[in-house]
Structures are given as C-alpha cells and as structure tokens.
C-alpha cells in the first residue's frame, strides 16, 4: 500500500521559505499523480498543487501560483513543495496524496480531495512575525 510521510513544516517569518518533503513508500510515484493540499483550522481542505505522472504536467491553485513549486524525483520516492514569498495566509497543515492515475495535473483532478486515496499524516506550517 502506497505511504506518504511529510516533513519540512514550521515556523517562518512572512516573506520566507520553506521545503516540504513527501517521501513515498510501497509502490512505484510513477503510478500516481502526487497532490499536495492544505488545510487551515476552520476550513476545507483544498488543493494547491499536484504533478502528473502521465505527461509532467503541473497544477497550482491561484493563491499560491508564481510563489510554490513542486517537483517530484522518482527515483528517490520523494515530492517536493518549494514554498516562497509566504504569507500568514499560507498557515496551515500541508498533507501530500495520491491518486492512481494515469491524468493529467487539471484544476479539477487536482483540487478533488476525496479523489485521493492515500494520505500523509501532513506536517504543520506557520506564517507569522
């Protein structure tokens, strides 16, 4: 069974950065597109980015496009998020997912979270001064 454990949360001042880790464990990433969501207390979970496994192709929610990156290395079982320019807006606990695919990384693939089957336990990021 596919496995997420997610690291690289904190505390970080507004304006700074951050690296989030989502290291798979059970099956192959190549069978799977790779989701990375977040939810801040009292509210829904929703997507912020996801990489396809079919064609690389990558999905940012608005909010945080131009400022979040993610990259996957199959080989090492691992999804990185690249998160810069942060903002209080961006606290939240960050949880990476899988779907089996293969799709490609749309708004709508990507921001379905009941999609997902396989979650991580997410890992807590705080944006404040």
């Known amino acids: 069974q596919l496995q997420f454990v997610e690291s690289g949360g904190g505390l970080v001042q507004p304006g700074g950065s951050l690296r989030l880790s989502c290291a798979a464990s059970?099956?192959?990433?190549?069978?799977?597109?790779i989701g990375w969501f977040r939810q801040a207390p009292g509210k829904e979970r929703e997507g912020v980015s996801c990489?396809?496994?079919?064609?690389?192709?990558?999905y940012y929610a608005d909010s945080v496009k131009g400022r979040f990156t993610i990259s996957k290395y199959s080989a090492e079982k691992t999804v990185y998020l690249q998160m810069d320019s942060l903002t209080p807006a961006d606290t939240a606990v960050y949880y990476c997912?899988?779907?089996?695919?293969?799709?490609?990384?749309?708004?709508?693939?990507?921001?379905?979270?009941?999609?997902?089957?396989?979650w991580g336990q997410g890992t807590e990021v705080t944006v404040s001064s």
């Open positions: 997912a899988g779907l089996w695919g293969p799709f490609a990384a749309t708004q709508s693939m990507c921001s379905a979270v009941g999609a997902f089957r396989y």
């Open positions: 990489i396809s496994n079919r064609d690389g192709s990558t």
């Open positions: 059970g099956f192959t990433l190549d069978h799977y597109v």
